[in-house]
């Protein structure tokens, strides 16, 4: 029976209390130290996979770096090389990677997730692209890399694609959250079993920052009636073609994104961006309970129809 009494030692409680404490911190400072010397172990030794695609599995590996190309004032496109020059990644549509590096020689690993932009079925190389943020760890350490440096990666499987799997997809990106958005809608147009028709809204702070233009174009050039891609630019350079402003229910609406739509009835919704971007498009809970309504909510799309990435 639990009963109540007076502490005759209070002193006691606090240092169990630390210890618990204490205890958490060197069991996350273990886990990631474990990685780390596994990571650091893969940089110089790395394993074989008997003749199947390096990413059919999950698993460390580190990777060398074969070229790099700046393709904006902030974002570069790092092209690594496979051990197998006669295979592909072994990656699904949509997959990403999970980067592990040690800037400086440090020995607590950085882990980043990024997301493959090359053809998931080229044989040789996987290529990322990434935007520099000042103060990231990850992307100036990868900024900083020059070719035959290397690089750990593990698979990590996201949005599970099959042909078909729904008539329209919907796919709403800020910034470099692009990425697996270009990754899906080049996965689906380039299947000649899959009929979905995919629609983009990227949201962008200027004109630069659309570093995917021409990929888009020769898409929308390649599958018309099946693909568009809507700009929407926070501040546009004079003159631009573009429109002015954030991703809101008019923009997304006017991009044939309205669930009401007949030929909407069975669509999908992705979103890929920055947190203040992805709160104004799902809603968030409030500190009492409450929740406040977004943009989809907005437009009628259920909890359901929306994957965040």
């Not at 650091?40 to 003749?51: F, H, I, K, P, V």
């Not at 974002?75 to 592909?88: G, I, N």
């Not at 009636?225 to 429109?243: C, E, I, L, N």
């Given at each position: ?49 008997d003749g199947k695609p390096i990413f059919s599995s999950f698993g460390f590996h580190s990777l060398p770096l074969h070229s790099t190309e700046l393709i ?30 040690f800037p400086n020689g440090g020995w607590i690993p950085v882990l980043r997730p990024y997301t493959p932009v090359n053809d998931l079925d080229e044989p ?125 229910k008019q923009i997304l609406e006017k991009a044939g994104l309205n669930p009401r739509d007949e030929k909407n009835k069975d669509i999908k919704i992705l ?39």
């Amino acid at each position: 029976m639990f009963r109540v009494s007076a502490f005759r030692s209070p002193p006691r409680i606090r240092p169990t209390l630390q210890a618990n404490t204490m205890s958490v911190q060197v069991a996350v400072a273990a886990a990631v130290a474990g990685i780390g010397v596994y990571a650091l172990y893969l940089r110089r030794n790395n394993s074989a996979q008997d003749g199947k695609p390096i990413f059919s599995s999950f698993g460390f590996h580190s990777l060398p770096l074969h070229s790099t190309e700046l393709i904006n004032h902030n974002t570069k496109r790092l092209r690594f090389e496979l051990p197998d020059k006669s295979q592909a990644s072994g990656l699904s549509l949509t997959s990403a990677l999970l980067t592990v590096s040690f800037p400086n020689g440090g020995w607590i690993p950085v882990l980043r997730p990024y997301t493959p932009v090359n053809d998931l079925d080229e044989p040789g190389f996987v290529e990322l692209l990434v935007k520099h943020y000042p103060g990231g760890k990850q992307s100036t350490h990868l900024h900083s890399m020059k070719p035959g440096d290397r690089l750990t990666f593990a698979p990590i499987k996201e949005f599970a694609w099959t042909p078909n799997k729904h008539a329209h997809m919907g796919l709403i990106a800020g910034g470099a959250g692009i990425t697996p958005m270009y990754q899906l809608a080049r996965g689906i147009l380039r299947n000649p079993d899959d009929q979905t028709r995919v629609t983009l809204v990227w949201g962008v702070n200027t004109d630069a920052d659309i570093f995917l233009k021409d990929e888009f174009a020769a898409l929308e050039k390649a599958y018309p009636g099946r693909f568009k891609a809507v700009y929407v630019v926070a501040t546009p350079d004079p003159g631009s073609p573009h429109q002015k402003g954030f991703v809101t229910k008019q923009i997304l609406e006017k991009a044939g994104l309205n669930p009401r739509d007949e030929k909407n009835k069975d669509i999908k919704i992705l979103v890929c961006g920055p947190p203040p971007m992805e709160k104004a498009l799902k809603g968030a809970k409030g500190w009492m309970g409450g929740a406040s309504k977004g943009v989809l909510a907005e437009l009628g799309y259920r909890q359901d129809q929306i994957h965040s990435f």
